[in-house]
């Protein structure tokens, strides 16, 4: 799990139309270091599951603030006692290391 400490220290870059989204080899690599994260075409996701509404809420919040002091907004899907979070980068039509920053910095805040 060091690397995805590693991963979630690294700052987001911003993303430029006409650069290219990672390619499968390197997403292949970042991916292993992200629990439970599945990649569908061009975006990774993950749900994340709690007790009841309120602890979704104050997870979705986190989140909000991650998102925000990041500049790098996932899509969120939340439920009663679920949140399922969607990264891609929308400026390359793809995947780019900023999606696996945010993600692992949303594991590190589910696991505190």
């Not at 991963?7 to 270091?33: F, M, T, Y």
């Not at 709690?50 to 002091?69: E, G, P, R």
């Amino acid at each position: 799990m060091n690397q995805l400490c590693d991963l979630a220290q690294k700052q987001c870059k911003p993303c430029e139309r006409g650069v290219a989204p990672l390619p499968q080899s390197e997403i292949d690599v970042l991916i292993q270091h992200l629990s439970g994260w599945q990649q569908y075409d061009h975006l990774i996701s993950k749900k994340f599951l709690f007790k009841d509404y309120y602890q979704t809420m104050a997870f979705v919040n986190a989140v909000a603030w991650v998102s925000h002091c990041k500049d790098h907004h996932p899509e969120l899907f939340v439920t009663f006692n679920s949140c399922r979070i969607e990264y891609t980068t929308h400026a390359i039509h793809g995947l780019s290391e900023n999606d696996f920053i945010c993600a692992a910095q949303v594991e590190a805040l589910f696991k505190s």
